[in-house]
Structure formats: C-alpha cells, structure tokens
C-alpha cells in the first residue's frame, strides 16, 4: 500500500521555524521526485519545493527560496525546514510523489502529474 504520511504542522509565531516530515512507503523511493505543495483557506495550491530522489535536486517556489530547504534521508522521509516564517506561509501542506522523468524544477513544482498525495498537515503563522 502507498502511503505518503505528513508530520511536523503546528502553530508558530511569525519569524519562527518548523520542521515537516513526509515519511514514504509502498513504492520505490528513489524512483520518484517528493514535492511539498500548499493550499491556504480561499486560495489555489501552490508549489513550495520538490526534491528528486535519485540525485537529491532541490527546487523551490520563488516565495519560499532561501527561508525553506527540502532534505531526503536514508529513511525513505523528505523533511521541509521552514524558517523565518511568515503569516502568508500559512497553509495545510501536502506531500506528493511523481516518478521521475525528463522534467525540470518548474514541472514538479506545478503538480499535474503526481502519482500519489499526503492527507496535509496543517501550518498556522501567527503574526
């Protein structure tokens, strides 16, 4: 059975950190780019940094570079550091899998093609 499992969302004044989880299991790892996405009340998703398990490329949103770094561990889970959080970071964030392909950062980072999706974890920035 797939499953991509989100840990780590909580509430947290703005200008402070946090650390997601998305621990993997049921398909080949390292087969596959892990995406982090997010989905704030009214708005439509959006793509915050993807990671591609074979090499360990990092790709990020615009809005999230130098505050947000993506990591890959031995343990099939891709954590998102977030740091100097601000109150526009608040969102439930979902994890995503797509199997790699000859595809760029921007590609990932759109979504239309992930196989497989978290259930979210929540993240409230309080300013």
């Known amino acids: 059975e797939v499953q991509l499992v989100e840990s780590g969302g909580g509430l947290v004044q703005a200008g402070g950190s946090l650390r997601l989880s998305c621990a993997a299991s049921?398909?080949?790892?390292?087969?596959?780019?892990i995406c982090w996405f997010r989905q704030a009340a009214g708005k439509e998703r959006e793509g915050v940094s993807c990671?591609?398990?074979?090499?360990?490329?990092a790709y990020y949103a615009d809005s999230v570079k130098g505050r947000f770094t993506i990591s890959s561990d031995n343990k099939n889970t891709v954590h998102l550091q977030m740091n100097n959080l601000k109150p526009e970071d608040t969102a439930v964030y979902f994890c995503?899998?797509?199997?790699?392909?000859?595809?760029?950062?921007?590609?990932?980072?759109?979504?239309?093609?992930?196989?497989?999706w978290g259930k979210g974890t929540p993240v409230t920035v309080s300013s």
């Open positions: 995503a899998a797509e199997v790699l392909g000859a595809y760029t950062g921007r590609y990932y980072l759109r979504g239309h093609g992930m196989d497989y």
């Open positions: 049921g398909f080949a790892f390292h087969d596959y780019a």
């Open positions: 990671i591609t398990n074979d090499n360990g490329s």
